[in-house]
């Protein structure tokens, strides 16, 4: 069964420091996520992409973060100099339409630390 | 304001009983979608009940959606250890590309 990736499992991080959290979505879908989990809480959307751009985003998703579709598989997440609270599990998530029919597929999550 | 609050927060109880949460919104939805998450893992989806239905079947889940009250509940029935997980509600709300809106989760512990 197709699945969502996301690498690597696991990150830690010096605060101030850029992380690139990677993904690679189902291979049709068309549709791009990245939502975040600090832990024991809920969690929350950041940004979803879609032609190749941003197509919305929360207030979380300021100017540290960026995404990019580098090529036609990977989908990444940067985080440009670390804060503490960046912390969390980091969901990278496809579909093949827009959340208005159809599920999303999550990934295993990135969990990052910064210290 | 809050979207997709799940009730109870945890809720434990010995296998082969049913497990019931319940999930609460406030906008008008497209659809909304159960997710679960194993303790420290990623979210697998559940099941998806569209706003013109009302009921929804998938194995031991049962999903109702009343959206006059604006409400949803996830049944699970004969419930194994391995149900043992974190469950979330998430609303696909109506207006534009708004995402997937998730609650707090309810934390199910299936006593075997």
């Known amino acids: 069964e197709p699945e969502v990736t996301q690498t690597p499992s696991h990150q830690v991080t010096q605060m101030g420091q850029e992380v690139i959290l990677r993904c690679v979505p189902i291979?049709?879908?068309?549709?791009f996520y990245w939502y975040r989990q600090i832990l024991g809480q809920k969690v929350e959307f950041l940004v979803s992409?879609?032609?190749?751009?941003?197509?919305?985003k929360s207030e979380i998703f300021d100017d540290q973060f960026s995404v990019e579709r580098p090529d036609g598989s990977n989908f990444t997440l940067k985080i440009r100099s670390t804060k503490l609270e960046d912390s969390a599990m980091y969901f990278c998530?496809?579909?093949?339409?827009?959340?208005?029919?159809?599920?999303?597929?999550f990934g295993q999550g990135t969990r990052l630390t910064v210290v | 304001s809050q979207q997709g609050e799940e009730d109870p927060q945890a809720l434990s109880i010995q296998e082969g009983e049913n497990a019931t949460m319940n999930c609460s919104y406030k906008?008008?939805?497209?659809?909304l979608q159960w997710y679960r998450q194993n303790s420290g893992r990623g979210l697998v989806h559940l099941i998806l009940?569209?706003?013109?239905?009302r009921e929804k079947h998938s194995g031991r889940l049962r999903v109702t959606l009343d959206t006059s009250k604006k409400s949803s509940s996830l049944l699970i029935t004969a419930s194994r250890a391995a149900d043992t997980a974190s469950y979330f509600c998430?609303?696909?709300?109506?207006?534009?590309?708004?995402?997937?809106?998730f609650g707090k989760g309810t934390r199910l512990s299936v006593i075997a």
């Open positions: 998530a496809s579909s093949d339409r827009l959340h208005l029919n159809t599920e999303a597929f």
């Open positions: 992409f879609y032609n190749n751009e941003i197509s919305e």
């Open positions: 009940i569209r706003s013109n239905e």
């Open positions: 291979s049709n879908h068309l549709y």
């Open positions: 906008t008008s939805i497209n659809n």
């Open positions: 998430a609303t696909a709300p109506t207006s534009g590309n708004t995402p997937l809106v």
